[in-house]
């Protein structure tokens, strides 16, 4: 079963920051949260991720708590091709343990 | 350099046959994760495999399913005897290494399985 909880559906205008949340009380210290997103009809990709600080790469920024007990991902200008379902996704570090995908949020961007 | 390739993309079948799902990751890659997503559903974790053995198969169907992952080609998702319930899509992923931790999965553009 997924460890994290997130809405199961979001609305945003474009152009406008987006901000997702994801709720993983029981993270451990050692598990990477990492966020992907699946887009109408296709597989899933890889978005970003994090340990403890907040990341930011060309996709995506990534807040996460101090008690890293919750995280946000922050698409800085929705476009409507990021009209997509996002899952927020625990890594354990041991190695060996496939992702387990949720529900996740779908996104809808509206012009 | 191409990513995951899966093929075929869409597959119909009628009750009872086989469906072969063909997997090559991407270049370099020696591990391969199956993935099935039912409709409207999220992606449920089918099985883990390395160059000629099976790592973890805790989320295959006990019955009907079986995959494998040669030393030479793809990695094949076999399912005998198909039914209306094993209509879904079948992602395969690949990672250079084991996933964990900071480790990303690559995951192909799917294999659409419709059974009449």
């Known amino acids: 079963d997924a460890k994290t909880t997130q809405p199961n559906s979001m609305e945003s205008n474009e152009e406008e920051p987006v901000h997702l949340p994801c709720n993983h009380s029981?993270?451990?210290?050692?598990?990477?949260i990492h966020w992907y997103r699946q887009l109408p009809s296709q597989g899933p990709e890889y978005v970003i991720h994090g340990l403890t600080s907040n990341v930011n790469n060309r996709m995506a920024s990534l807040a996460i708590a101090e008690d890293r007990k919750s995280s946000t991902l922050i698409l800085h200008r929705a476009t409507l091709r990021d009209a997509a379902v996002y899952y927020c996704i625990l890594s354990t570090a041991s190695g060996n343990t496939p992702l387990v995908f949720g529900k996740g949020t779908r996104l809808s961007v509206i012009a | 350099n191409a990513g995951v390739m899966q093929n075929p993309r869409h597959l119909v079948r009628r009750r009872g046959q086989e469906a072969r799902l063909r997997c090559s990751p991407m270049k370099g890659h020696s591990h391969v994760y199956w993935y099935r997503q039912l409709p409207e559903e999220g992606l449920k974790f089918m099985v883990y495999l390395q160059k000629e053995n099976i790592i973890d198969e805790s989320g295959m169907p006990k019955e009907r399913f079986s995959a494998e992952f040669p030393k030479e080609g793809p990695s094949i998702l076999r399912i005998q005897q198909v039914v209306r319930g094993d209509s879904a899509a079948y992602f395969c992923?690949?990672?250079?290494?084991?996933?964990?931790?900071?480790?990303?999965?690559?995951f192909g553009a799917g294999s659409r399985l419709t059974v009449l």
């Open positions: 992923a690949s990672s250079i290494i084991p996933i964990s931790g900071a480790n990303v999965l690559t």
């Open positions: 029981t993270i451990s210290g050692t598990d990477y």
